[in-house]
């Protein structure tokens, strides 16, 4: 059987979703050479898998069941909008959550640590809880991406004026399997991880 490509993520809640779309259709409207993420698909990964061999499924099930048992649910809140790496050369458009207990950090990490001891790499990179919004594109020829300024200049004043928090409660964690087709990816759940009131 083929691999799955797979990944841990949290599911932000419709209400959320729609001050995202907000957020979104503001940053449209620069004319960015960007691929736009469908608010559908938008949500908070806490560890990329990768390939896996579907044999393997019930194994990271069974250790996420144990790893989660004793998180009881949290709040997160939108922050700020960003880009990555920087406005300089951006590449990815965000915006950030805040967890003002510091549980989705511990969380982040035990996860990490439970899935190197299955054999996946731990990620080099620092945890930095982020909504995707957009990949910015740079055209052939063209080294920085188009309306550089205007993005620069647009983040400055959305931070300026505030995002809407939009608290939600996060009561479960995902395995989802990501298809990557001509028209986007498919997400399919293949595990839901309740946590613990």
């Not at 620069?152 to 505030?162: I, M, P, R, T, V």
């Not at 995002?163 to 995902?174: H, L, Q, S, T, Y």
């Amino acid at each position: 059987m083929a691999a799955l490509r797979t990944f841990i993520a949290i599911d932000v809640p419709p209400a959320v979703l729609d001050t995202i779309t907000r957020i979104q259709n503001r940053f449209k409207s620069l004319g960015l050479h960007a691929s736009w993420v469908k608010p559908g698909n938008i949500h908070l990964t806490l560890k990329f898998l990768g390939d896996t061999d579907p044999d393997r499924i019930p194994g990271i099930q069974k250790k996420l069941t144990e790893t989660l048992a004793p998180f009881a649910p949290f709040q997160l809140s939108l922050s700020s909008a960003g880009v990555f790496p920087n406005t300089k050369s951006p590449r990815v458009l965000w915006v950030g959550l805040k967890d003002e207990e510091g549980t989705l950090e511990t969380l982040q990490t035990v996860i990490e640590k439970t899935l190197e001891s299955a054999g996946f790499p731990m990620d080099q990179r620092s945890f930095s809880p982020h909504l995707t919004l957009a990949r910015i594109k740079s055209p052939k020829g063209i080294k920085s991406p188009k309306g550089k300024k205007e993005l620069k200049d647009e983040l400055g004043a959305a931070n300026q004026e505030g995002i809407a928090p939009n608290p939600f409660d996060v009561g479960e964690i995902k395995l989802y399997e990501s298809q990557l087709t001509p028209k986007g990816s498919i997400y399919t759940v293949l595990a839901n991880f309740k946590l613990n009131p």
